[in-house]
Nanobody
């Protein structure tokens, strides 16, 4: 069964850090670009970051550039999103998704169930 599972969310104070994980089962992440997305209440889903499959290039939304780092561990079939210097506006449900064509081509087809990140004092 093909499945993506996010974990690592939680409640953190402004300025704090979290590391999200996106673990795959039933298929190998190596061949996919992996994107992280987020959706805050009342807002549209937005792309946060992406890592390509072949050359490991990374991309970030301007709002998180310099604070978030995406990485992949193919041996563990897992992609991570390290989030530092968190702000209240980072509060959202975070999702990972796969794209067989690249970060900016085709469609994201497999999605995880999401993990809640809340940044609040």
């Amino acid at each position: 069964q093909v499945q993506l599972v996010e974990s690592g969310g939680g409640l953190v104070q402004p300025g704090g850090s979290l590391r999200l994980s996106c673990a795959a089962s039933g298929f190998t992440l190596d061949y996919y670009a992996i994107g992280w997305f987020r959706q805050a209440p009342g807002k549209e889903r937005e792309g946060v970051s992406c890592i390509s499959s072949s050359d490991g290039l990374t991309y970030y939304a301007d709002s998180v550039k310099g604070r978030f780092t995406i990485s992949r561990d193919n041996a563990k079939n897992t992609v991570y999103l390290q989030m530092n210097s968190l702000k209240p506006e980072d509060t959202a449900v975070y999702y990972c998704a796969t794209n067989g064509f690249g970060c900016f081509q085709g469609e994201y087809d497999y999605w995880g169930q999401g993990t809640q990140v809340t940044v609040s004092s």
